[in-house]
């Protein structure tokens, strides 16, 4: 549920209840004050609060009592009490009148035989002309005016009208039906600001929490509002904000991490024949090469390191800016089988010198077209065969190549019976300055970028390059290209 909604639903629901409160306390006073709860209109005249009777009755008895003190006697007079009774009847009151001890009229409203002794004595004074008596579990509220008749007898004249007891139980319980209600509005009224407090504030300070942590770089948290509203949105953006800092941050670490292992490595690989360089031309310079067999030899030596260190140079050149995407490619079809059938033949003659046999494993097809570049596939076959003849260290020393072609790729196959690579380096074999044997040593492979460079060239072709091995057994290398559509 969003938080509009809960706010609309909370603030409407107050209104609600308030008004209602506020109605049922205001029967309550009226219900209190008139006794009755068919006079809410009359509630707001003042002198229902002194003289619970209406307004009618009230002007009906001003009449009696005018009768009274002028004509006392009219007061016998059946017919005109009658009338007057009828009157009152219609406001749903009464007429009592008596004379000494004696009834001179009751009105066929009360129906009450106790009525007679409930009656106040006689007060000639006439002090407290309106009050209220019960008979029995029966309310009833009275004006009275007592006054002579001609002869002197006593008379009094009453408009009565009966409360309802409702009406007399309420003004007795009134103040603690008020607090009653007015609790309910506050409880009403906690209960919602707690609910609010947890969907809205809560959450919000928590964010706020975070947001903290995050100032301070703290990283490692996690937020987990299970709220579906505006705040859980919020919280998930934030959560996603936080998730994406933290793996930037780790990919700079992560960065920084390999451009430092990336010097440290450069530094080492160029500093080894720079230092066999620097040792044979010290020797030249220190007459150690005194007869030109030996002078021979060490320029021969000086040639080959320079020679592996343009090799080095050239290659982390290449793979840098293949790394960083600079290297343009030149795709064209490229028949795959007839341009290994060249790999074949252009290096078959100086690896028989090597003892090494290069040959199809299965020739499956005279002519499959490829999408590729056709220099950088060169270079990633000599990569990759440059290996097998590297680290091969049995008889017969075989390469085999191999394709599979699907609808779609080929996927080509060179397969050494070398000294195969270790399960857990396989994965690695693919990281620039990566070699199985650590200790760097430069009579068995190069710098450890051969496989980094094939591995970007393939990417660039949009293919895939795998390794699967055997320790001991012998190394295939796989990549696959896409097909020329024809
Ligand atoms: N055919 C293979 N047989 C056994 N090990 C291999 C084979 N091919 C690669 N490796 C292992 O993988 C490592 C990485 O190969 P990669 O070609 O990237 O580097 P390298 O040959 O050592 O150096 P470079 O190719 O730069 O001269 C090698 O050092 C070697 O340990
Ligand atoms: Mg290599």
């Known amino acids: 549920m969003s938080i509009r909604i809960k706010l609309l639903l909370s603030y409407t629901g107050m209104l609600v209840l308030s008004l209602l409160v506020f109605v049922l306390i205001a029967g309550l006073f009226t219900i209190a004050a008139t006794g009755d709860i068919r006079d809410i209109r009359d509630f707001y005249k003042v002198h229902y609060q002194v003289n619970p009777l209406t307004e009618q009755e009230e002007s009906i008895f001003l009449e009696l009592k005018y009768l009274a003190k002028n004509e006392p006697d009219e007061l016998q007079n059946q017919e005109l009490l009658k009338e ?10 009464g007429l009592y009148v008596r004379r000494e001890k004696d009834q001179v009229f009751e009105s066929h409203t009360f129906n009450q035989p106790e009525l007679e002794r409930s009656l106040p004595h006689y007060d000639l004074n006439n002090n ?81 929490n975070s947001a903290e942590h995050i100032k301070e770089g703290n990283l490692q948290f996690s937020l987990d509002l299970q709220t579906k509203d ?17 793996a930037s941050i780790q990919l700079r670490l992560q960065d920084e991490e390999n451009r430092k292992e ?42 080959a390191k320079a020679v592996d260190l343009d090799k080095l140079v050239g290659e982390l050149f290449l793979y840098s800016k293949l790394d960083s995407k600079q290297v343009p490619f030149m795709f064209e079809p490229v028949d795959i089988i007839g341009f290994l ?70 996927t080509v196959e060179i397969q050494d019976n070398g000294m195969g690579i ?23 492979g190069g710098s450890g970028l051969g496989l980094a460079i094939a591995s970007q060239i393939i990417e660039g072709h949009g293919g895939t390059i795998w390794a699967e091995s055997e320790l001991g057994v012998g190394t295939s290398l796989f990549f696959t290209l896409k097909r020329a559509i024809n």
């Open 84 to 93: 007057y009774d009828f009157k009152l009847r219609t406001v749903r009151a």
């Open 128 to 208: 407290q002309i309106r009050h209220t008596f019960n008979i029995g579990e029966r309310f009833y509220a009275y004006a009275k005016y007592d006054f002579r008749y001609s002869d002197g007898a006593k008379g009094s004249v009453f408009v009565i009208r009966e409360r309802s007891p409702f009406g007399e139980v309420t003004r007795k319980l009134l103040p603690v039906l008020v607090l009653i209600l007015i609790g309910i509005i506050v409880i009403t009224n906690v209960l919602l600001y707690r609910w609010i407090t947890r969907s809205v504030v809560k959450p919000l300070d928590l964010l706020r």
């Open 230 to 246: 505006e705040i859980g949105q919020l919280n998930e953006g934030f959560e996603d904000m936080r998730k994406r800092l933290q």
């Open 262 to 303: 990336l010097i440290s490595n450069i530094s080492h690989d160029l500093r080894t024949p720079i230092t066999s360089i620097k040792g044979y031309i010290e020797g030249i310079r220190d007459g150690v090469a005194d007869t030109p067999e030996k002078m021979d030899k060490y320029v021969n030596i000086i040639y």
């Open 341 to 410: 059938d060249d790999c074949i033949d252009e290096l078959q003659f100086i690896l028989d010198e090597k003892g090494i046999q290069l040959e199809w494993m299965e020739r499956t097809a005279d002519r499959v077209e490829v999408i590729a570049d056709l220099e950088k596939l060169k270079r990633t076959v000599l990569n990759i065969i440059g290996n097998a003849q590297n680290f091969m260290d049995k008889q017969p020393k075989t390469i085999r190549v191999s394709t599979r072609i699907s609808p779609e790729w080929v």
């Open 422 to 444: 270790p399960r857990d380096a396989i994965p690695h074999i693919f990281e620039r300055f990566y070699r199985v044997e650590p200790s760097r040593n430069s009579s068995t």
